[in-house]
């Protein structure tokens, strides 16, 4: 029940962001994780609600991730009063944390207006499941990965040792 009630929550939130960043072409959060590395996603949030802090184009226009998402926790921090819970170095990443995002929008959820139509309900129900798959998952991939390449590496030097101890000297 406390993994629905979570789903739920997140489907909710995800419908919210998805709803106030939709007239932001740069912008497609299908998820909480790689959908916010660039920074586009946290100052679109900002910007729809409250495009009176900042010249969105201006920070669009820069080129780097770290400093479009230092943009946003700073405006966030002086504006809102969200203390800044994230270092935009952590979430830069090809995959940042699920947990920490999720409690980052969360905060911005709280101060901002909330209003969430059926219709971006629906539209998040209706997006690919690999578009939200999580970082649990994307980790699991890789260990799965690795494990294998372990195990060939494994297979492969035993067998090669083998090899190389039957060679005639």
């Keep these: 029940m406390a993994g629905l009630q979570q789903t739920n929550s997140e489907m909710i939130l995800l419908s919210w962001v998805r709803q106030s960043t939709r007239n932001y072409p740069q912008v497609n959060v299908t998820n909480f994780t790689t959908s916010w590395s660039d920074g586009l996603a946290f100052n679109a949030l900002l910007h729809s609600h409250r495009p009176d802090l900042f010249d969105w184009n201006a920070v669009a226009s820069q080129p780097s991730p770290v400093q479009r998402l230092d943009h946003a926790f700073n405006i966030a921090r002086q504006h809102l009063g969200i203390e800044k819970l994230l ?62 390449e372990v195990s060939f590496t494994f297979l492969l030097s035993s067998c090669c040792s083998k090899v190389v101890v039957s060679l005639p000297t």
């Design 87 to 148: 270092d935009p170095e952590d979430v830069a990443t090809a995959c940042p944390d699920k947990k920490s995002i999720l409690m980052y929008v969360t905060s911005l959820f709280q101060v901002l207006p909330q209003q969430v139509t059926m219709e971006a309900i629906r539209e998040v129900e209706m997006l690919p499941r690999h578009s939200r798959v999580t970082r649990e998952e994307h980790i699991e991939v890789h260990e799965q990965h690795f494990s294998q």
